[in-house]
């Protein structure tokens, strides 16, 4: 049966436990876990947070930089009243791979570090008993996974990865562990979708079961009300007068889907759903049919200390910041959050471009790391990639499918597009992802500065064009930013000419800074010439109509692989790693306040 990923409820039919806590933990740099039976019990390990990237725990720099097999443990408790009932570990995320075992026996396997997965653990589970699970995780980067990279061995024997991307490879289980009991018959997924009528609403949805009682669906408002219900596995809900979610002005409604026995509740469900739509129409981004203009940010889940776990604290920070700049919106970059970050930007009213760690298919990529120029989507790499690809795809479009918050789906960031051979790659991915959204929101990807309207071979398929560039920092630099100003106004009036009837946004842009240097006048990295780079792309912003949006690259400061081009990470951040602003985040708290959402609507 096909997997769901609903969010873990609890209710009177659903229960949902944390494992979070302290596991036990070990690195098997030999590979010798299978044989001596590590599935079942480590024999020597270390505790170890979940949720939490293992790296920055350690202090020796082979555990830091550790790349391979890894192993977790932990015991749990299952109450004998669970059994009769499904039972699942949801894994919210183990970067890159893990197995899953019980008590020894081998349950399932999962890639992908950035998405949730549920191990069907019903059978093999002993009930009133304490049991055992046992995770082996790998961290391995190649070209035929994403996000890409290669993993080679140095001459000392430890393996070391050279990720095509820039952010640290931050590994282990770095979101949340749920122990899951739901009914056998229940409900595995639902979809929404909308349509306005004057002041009043229809919302249309399916429910998927795994049986073939009824459903009954209703919806409450947000003091509870009832304010629809309907019969059915798929149906229209009528609301009569709606409240909108919009953005920066989010209103939410329940959506309650029960399956019932005569009196008895079988299953139920209920999420928060937000009645909005979402269009592209020339030049415009529309939300229930009025033009927005996006400000914001590119972010990381990246923090000191555990590294890419996601912490509701840091979260719950980052939003205050993100609200206090009078930014509205945010990428992904370059993966899916946890699901608590869509969560919050559904209750906050945040536009969220939904990232897929299709990241680095560019050979140019490892050009960090000595890059080669070759065609990445020539390489042998690219069936198995495909396959992941699609795979990924498919996951975060259904496990963030119903989120109000999320208005586009990034397909790739920055991949090359300029060689033949990437057309019939995207051609494929753009058609077997064309059905995968009920709400058909617009799918894109991220065009890096190679990829121009001269260059780039796959303009065709973006609904949105979506632009990261860097003049003022990778070139036309310090005293010669002039020249980048002219260069890009250039690279905009050919937008221009060519009658550019999709919208652009600014997904990068931004100048590496050392919060704290400063200097008049300006020179790189210090905080005056951040600023100056930044007003430079807010006069081209505000000059050409068809740019509907910017997002800052990056929202803060994060770690990335070492290498002569930075400095313990990338410093391009607004705010410091640990959340301080530098002084580009007052120019946004300026510039952002004044820009009100329907900026450049063609009236
Ligand atoms: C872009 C990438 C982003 C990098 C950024 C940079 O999409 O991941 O962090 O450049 O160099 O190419 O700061």
Redesign the pocket.
């Known amino acids: 049966m096909e997997q769901s990923l609903l969010y873990p409820v609890v209710n009177a039919v659903r229960t949902d436990q944390k494992l979070d806590g302290l596991w036990r933990f070990s690195f098997d740099a030999v590979g010798v876990g299978p044989q001596e039976g590590w599935a079942k019990h480590l024999p020597k390990a270390v505790d170890m947070p979940v949720p939490a990237s293992f790296n920055d725990f350690f202090t020796d720099k082979d555990a830091r930089e550790y790349t391979g097999d890894f192993w977790y443990e932990k015991k749990f408790f299952v109450p004998a009243d669970y059994q009769g009932r499904f039972v699942g570990l949801r894994f919210d995320a183990v970067t890159h791979r893990a197995t899953i075992y019980v008590d020894g026996v081998k349950i399932r396997s999962h890639e992908g570090g950035f998405l949730p997965f549920v191990a069907d653990v019903t059978d093999a589970l002993h009930y009133g008993e304490e049991n055992t699970v046992v995770v082996q995780g790998n961290n391995e980067l190649s070209r035929e996974a994403l996000p890409a990279g290669d993993t080679i061995t140095l001459k000392n024997g430890k393996k070391m990865v050279r990720p095509f991307?820039?952010?640290y490879n931050y590994s282990g289980i770095n979101r949340s562990v749920h122990l899951i009991t739901l009914p056998v018959e229940r409900i595995t997924d639902y979809t929404t979708d909308f349509t306005l009528a004057g002041a009043d609403a229809d919302v249309h949805y399916t429910v998927t079961t795994t049986g073939d009682h009824d459903v009954v669906a209703v919806l409450r408002d947000a003091d509870g009300q009832v304010v629809a219900e309907n019969t059915g596995k798929q149906g229209t809900l009528h609301v009569t007068d709606a409240h909108l979610w919009n953005v920066r002005a989010a209103y939410l409604y329940t959506l309650t889907l029960r399956i019932t026995n005569d009196t008895t509740i079988v299953d139920e469900y209920s999420a928060e759903i937000g009645i909005r739509t979402i269009k592209i129409v020339g030049t415009e981004i529309q939300v229930n049919g009025q033009s927005v203009y996006l400000k914001g940010f590119g972010r990381h889940e990246d923090s000191p200390f555990a590294g890419r776990a996601f912490d509701l604290n840091v979260e719950k920070k980052d939003f205050s910041l993100m609200q206090w700049s009078g930014a509205n919106s945010f990428r992904t970059?370059?993966y899916p959050y946890d699901e608590q970050v869509y969560q919050m930007a559904d209750r906050e009213g945040f536009l969220v471009i939904d990232e897929v760690p299709a990241?680095g298919f560019k050979m140019a990529a490892a050009s960090f790391l000595g890059g080669l120029n070759q065609s990445f989507f020539k390489g042998p790499w690219i069936k198995p990639l495909h396959a992941k690809h699609l795979d990924q795809i498919t996951d975060m479009i259904k496990r963030d499918k119903n989120h109000p918050s999320v208005f586009a789906w990034s397909l790739l960031?920055?991949p090359d597009t300029v060689t033949e051979e990437s057309v019939p790659y995207f051609k494929q991915i753009f058609a077997e992802t064309k059905d995968l959204d009920p709400q058909s929101r617009p799918r894109t990807f991220?065009l890096?500065e190679d990829d121009t309207i001269e260059t780039s071979k796959d303009l065709d398929f973006p609904d949105i064009y979506l632009l990261?560039r860097?003049p003022g920092w990778y070139h036309y630099a310090g005293y010669q930013i002039s020249d980048g100003e002219a260069g890009l106004r250039e690279e905009m009036d050919k937008w221009a000419a060519s009658g550019i009837n999709k919208p652009i946004v600014f997904t990068?842009f931004?100048a590496d800074t050392e919060a704290g240097l400063h200097k008049l006048p300006s020179v790189m990295w210090s905080e005056e010439y951040q600023v100056e780079v930044l007003e430079m792309f807010s006069r081209i912003f505000d000059s050409y109509p068809f740019i509907k949006g910017e997002q800052v690259?990056?929202f803060a400061d994060f770690q990335t692989v070492e290498g002569n081009m930075r400095v313990n990470g990338?410093k391009?951040g607004i705010f410091t790693r640990d959340r301080q602003p530098k002084a580009a985040a007052f120019f946004y708290h300026k510039r952002w306040t004044n820009i009100p959402l329907d900026y450049k609507a063609q009236k």
């Open positions: 991307f820039d952010f970059s370059h990241v960031n920055e991220s890096s990261n860097y990068e931004g690259w990056n990338n391009k």
